[in-house]
């Protein structure tokens, strides 16, 4: 195995350039058996590998580390044999045969006569990059991507073939369709093609019949013992987040979970859950919710007003008004208004005790982007309680987690050059860091889009980058030269160079900007992450 370089992604996460894809799945595979301390999780690409640790120490170590590993040679053929029944009917069939020079006969023969290995995941739950045989169905992506792909549909680009998982847009030759699911949660694997499968793709002589249980009506969950919460009115968006889900990034799946870790984590302390328990984290500051049985909750996050209105058979008591940022008691019955009321995007909704609902891939996190996780709140949603064990203590009031601009209302968030700098040059990060820039309002739980009203970033070297990892807190650059900054449903791959990323401890600051606001970014030297 040859590691060209270590790059620092951010503070927790490297990324591993390496000169074959044989020493990338050499890699992946020694750290899947046998991880480096404090690793989290990994992702294989064609050229790299991202590793993610749960501290920058625990980075900094790997960085020594990984250049003295003794690492076999990946083991071909590890996994299963998957069979993918295909109907070559695919809207790109003829511009493949062209690009070739074959027939579409000739196409569909060279798809099925070669064994195709699954050597990384990424782009979607679900999605494999197979390698061929050989290099006779080599083509480009298409020059205008499809908004639209659907779920099923079997594509080209470069040595790779795919099947998409579900609809989604891309970019690649589609040159038929299978029938199969290939992302199923009701599976113990819910990927069909894992990393390392050989894939043998048949043609399909009638249509399969693929049959389901039926769906399970919608009935409002069981009552926990401890009573819930009714979501009377979700505002704009109302989601369960938690710490995330850890551990599958070769299967494309994110991490997802709170996007304001800072506010997240105090509402439960506040409560007086342990750590990682699941709220309820709302865009915009409004939304109602009733209490089923006493509940004790803290709001924290953006700015709001707090009311309680007693329930309908109290005439004794009168709506009152309760404060963010410490525990309050919300009575059966009584319903909970959240109003915005000030600076933040985000807020944070705890109620002490557990969120008695199933964990999707261990978490209860949903990730807007792949779909993965439990459905957004909605009015009549019902959110059941199982109380703590005696002996949790809720907290004392606390200071607001919010960021504070600067006297030109400015926000300063602090990030690491890299991983993919030379595509700009020193020239492009000292641009990044000395003009303004502007959130705009395409910005969600996926990412933040800049704008600017000074230049956009220009690169200075040409060409296609291969997709490979990308951290939390990274600013990708698409040709527009306007970084995208990637928040907590980013996707696990990117196509597109990443001048720098975000520090982890500025990350909640940036997922409580809203449409608007003005960012200045501060460049910080690596050293200073293990310092503290």
């Excluded at 492009?428 to 705009?440: D, I, S």
């Amino acid at each position: 195995m040859s590691i060209r370089a270590i790059h620092r992604a951010g503070s927790n996460d490297l990324l591993v350039d390496l000169d074959s894809l044989d020493a990338v799945l050499a890699l992946n595979a020694a750290l899947e058996s046998a991880p480096l301390s404090g690793q989290r999780d990994l992702l294989a690409a064609a050229q790299t590998v991202l590793l993610k640790f749960d501290s920058p120490q625990s980075a900094e170590r790997a960085l020594a580390t990984l250049p003295e590993l003794e690492v076999a040679s990946a083991v071909q053929n590890a996994g299963k044999l998957v069979e993918v029944p295909v109907h070559y009917d695919g809207e790109d069939l003829t511009a493949v045969a062209e690009l070739t020079g074959l027939s579409t006969e000739a196409v569909i023969n060279a798809h099925t006569s070669q064994k195709w290995r699954a050597v990384f995941g990424g782009f979607a739950p679900g999605f494999a990059y197979l390698l061929g045989e050989n290099h006779v169905l080599n083509v480009p992506r298409r020059n205008s991507p499809r908004t639209k792909v659907p779920a099923g549909a079997v594509a080209l680009a470069g040595e790779y073939s795919a099947v998409y998982p579900r609809q989604s847009p891309g970019g690649w030759q589609l040159i038929g369709h299978t029938d199969l699911q290939m992302w199923d949660l009701q599976r113990e694997n819910p990927a069909l093609i894992r990393p390392q499968d050989t894939v043998q793709f048949i043609p399909a002589t009638h249509k399969i019949s693929v049959s389901h249980a039926p769906a399970a009506r919608d009935e409002a969950p069981a009552q926990a013992p401890g009573g819930g919460l009714k979501i009377i009115d979700a505002g704009l968006q109302s989601l369960l987040q938690d710490a995330g889900r850890i551990g599958y990034g070769n299967l494309g799946v994110g991490v997802a979970g709170a996007a304001d870790p800072a506010a997240f984590h105090q509402a439960n302390r506040l409560v007086g859950n342990p750590a990682g328990q699941a709220v309820i984290e709302n865009l915009g500051s409004r939304i109602t919710l009733e209490a089923s049985g006493d509940q004790v909750l803290a709001h924290t996050g953006a700015q709001a007003q707090l009311w309680i209105t007693p329930a309908e058979d109290d005439q004794l008591r009168t709506p009152r008004q309760v404060a963010s940022n410490a525990p309050f008691a919300l009575l059966n019955g009584e319903r909970l208004s959240v109003e915005p009321d000030g600076l933040g995007l985000r807020s944070y909704l705890a109620v002490r005790g557990t969120i008695a609902l199933t964990p999707v891939l261990g978490s209860l996190s949903t990730d807007t982007l792949s779909g993965v996780g439990p459905d957004p709140l909605v009015s009549g949603s019902v959110i059941p309680v199982r109380q703590p064990a005696i002996g949790r203590i809720v907290g004392n009031p606390q200071p607001s987690t919010l960021p504070v601009p600067d006297e030109q209302g400015v926000y300063q968030l602090r990030v690491i050059a890299g991983p993919r700098t030379e595509w700009f040059g020193p020239s492009g990060v000292r641009q990044l860091t000395e003009q303004l820039w502007n959130v705009t309002s395409e910005s969600n739980r996926v990412g933040i889009r800049l704008s600017t009203d000074q230049q956009p970033l220009q690169r200075v070297l040409s060409g296609e980058l291969a997709s490979e990892g990308v951290a939390r807190g990274s600013l990708q650059v698409p040709p527009s030269g306007l970084p995208v900054l990637f928040l907590a449903d980013h996707p696990v791959t990117g196509g597109y160079p990443v001048i720098a990323t975000v520090i982890a401890e500025d990350l909640s600051a940036a997922a409580q900007l809203p449409p608007g606001s003005n960012i200045r970014f501060v460049l910080q030297s690596p050293a200073a992450l293990t310092a503290k």
